[in-house]
């Protein structure tokens, strides 16, 4: 300050923490006390509504990935279904093929006896 500028905030005049030479621990030094800056309330208020956005984004979240799942779900499902209904045609068509083969079977037995 003796250069006319003003004292830095970060300087003390208080010692250094190292020890002194004779053992003893330098004193800390001292900081003026913290004082809140704004209204108390607001912040409070400003918490209340920070913690409400993110607990509703987390719930957004939520909500789109069981959707999303849901749908996987519903899809496979379909697909199951779909699986089902082509091997029963499947097995629907042999059986006809099968009943046909046993009907031709038949009439050449009648027509040897």
């Known amino acids: 300050m ?3 500028n003003p004292p830095d ?3 003390t005049s208080e010692p250094s923490r190292r020890p002194s030479r004779s053992g003893q ?3 800390a030094p001292l900081y003026a ?3 809140p800056r ?3 309330d607001e912040h409070r208020q400003a918490l209340a509504e920070e913690k409400e956005l ?3 984004q987390a719930l957004s979240r939520r909500r789109r990935k069981n959707a999303s799942a849901a749908a996987r779900m519903r899809e496979r499902q379909r697909e199951k279904e ?3 209904i082509q091997r029963k045609n499947e097995l629907v068509a042999q ?3 099968l009943q046909a083969e046993v009907d031709v079977l038949r009439a050449q037995r009648q027509q040897h006896e």
Request: charged share 25%; proline share 21%.
């Open 25 to 27: 621990p330098a004193p």
């Open 33 to 35: 006390p913290i004082r």
């Open 95 to 97: 059986e006809r093929q």
């Open 38 to 40: 704004g209204n108390p």
């Open 2 to 4: 003796a250069d006319g």
């Open 54 to 56: 993110v607990q509703s």
């Open 9 to 11: 905030p970060h300087e």
């Open 82 to 84: 779909r699986a089902l």
